[in-house]
Each structure stands twice: as C-alpha cells, then as structure tokens.
C-alpha cells in the first residue's frame, strides 16, 4: 500500500532538523531508517488485516457511509486523517510552504498528545476500505455483465425465433395471395372464353351485342337489348 500521498509526511527518522536519536551516525550503532517513505511503509504494514464490511453500505457516494460499514470509527482523541487532511487546508497555513504546514501539524499533534503513526495507520485503514469497496463495486458491476450478457443472448434467440417465425407466417400468407390470383386468372381466362360464346350466341339476334367481353369497359352498363328480330309481313 505504498501510495504518494504516505510521502507527504516525514518521520522524525526523516526529518534532519528533528533531534538525533542515540546511536545516530555512530558506528556500530543499529541501521536506522533510510527515508520517511520506509517508516510509512512499516507504519501500513502494521494494519496487518483487510477491513471487513460487516453491512452494506448506505450511500457509496458518501465515504463516511464506507467507512461506517468497513467498522473505521474516528480516533478517540478526534485527529484522523481526515481531520489532518482539513488541518492542512486551513486559511491560516494552507498557503504556506510544505515543510511548514508538516511542522505545524506535528506541533498540534504533539500539544494533543497523538502520535503521527496514529494518523497513518487511520489513513492506511481508510485507503484500504475504499480500494476493497472498490474491489467489491468491481466486482458487483462484472457479475452484473456477465449476468445481462447471457440474460441478452437469450432474448436475442427468442427474437430470432420470433423473427423467423413472423417470416414464416408473411410468406405463408403471401404464398396464399399468390395461389388466389393465379387461381382468379385462371378463372377469368375461362370466363372470357365463356362470355365469348355466350357473345357469338346472342349476336345473331340482337343488333347490338348485349355481352360484356373482355374487350367492355371495366364496371359499365351492360345495354338493353334491343327486342328480338321478327319476320317482316309483307
């Protein structure tokens, strides 16, 4: 867990204008730590176990929610890292330097009587409750896609189906249309033959064909026939 923001703080190990410890560059005397990013390191390996979400959380977009649901309570004597956090984004030394917005926190640290390990370790805890809440969202959202995934592969079969049987069902209806003409075509063609010999019939007795044949306008009238043809006397 070694993130940039562990940098920010510097052990009294780190800090040259801290006072030197007892056996400091003497020789013989036992290592001591090489940088403040090796003390944090230590500090976050101290938060040996992953946090637990013990219950759901309430509202992901609220961290206190996570965290109230990972069981990280505020410290007892109130400075976590949060509270450091807005220490260091007070109007009075937010726009001072680096070094000295770290000093003053550790003044205020130490007139409260907190060890900065305390903070680091609330921070480490924190940090590990929002990357296993992450994990877990992660985790939730796959599942979820696999989930929907399958759910719409399966609705995609049924719409083939579906599709391939509404097809079925307009060529089946388009075939009938098909089988109907051309039984209709069949039918007239017949009936133009059968009104052409009605028409031959009726033509030597009438002086204007009566017969509608194929050749008549569509729909008109059929004309009155004139009266039948007698023997004039003479």
Known sequence: MNKKWYNYFVSVEGDPNAPQSPGRDVPGAPPQPSSAAQSVAEIARSVAVEPKFTTPVADPNTFEDIYKAAEIPVPPHG???MKISEMLQSEHIRSMPADVKRSSVLVALDAAGVDIK???QDAVRRDRALDVYENVQQKAIEDLEARKTKENSQIQ?????????QRARIQKNNDEITREKERFFGWR??????????????SYFATENPITTSSSSSGSAKPVPDAPKTAQRS
Do not use: G, H, P
């Not at 079969?157 to 049987?165: C, H």
């Not at 017949?190 to 009605?198: A, N, P, R, S």
């Open 189 to 202: 063609l017949k009936k133009q033959q059968e009104e052409k010999k009605i028409s031959d019939a009726v």
């Open 157 to 165: 079969t049924e719409l083939d189906r579906m599709i391939a049987e």
């Open 79 to 81: 400075y976590s890292i």
């Open 118 to 120: 305390d903070v680091i």
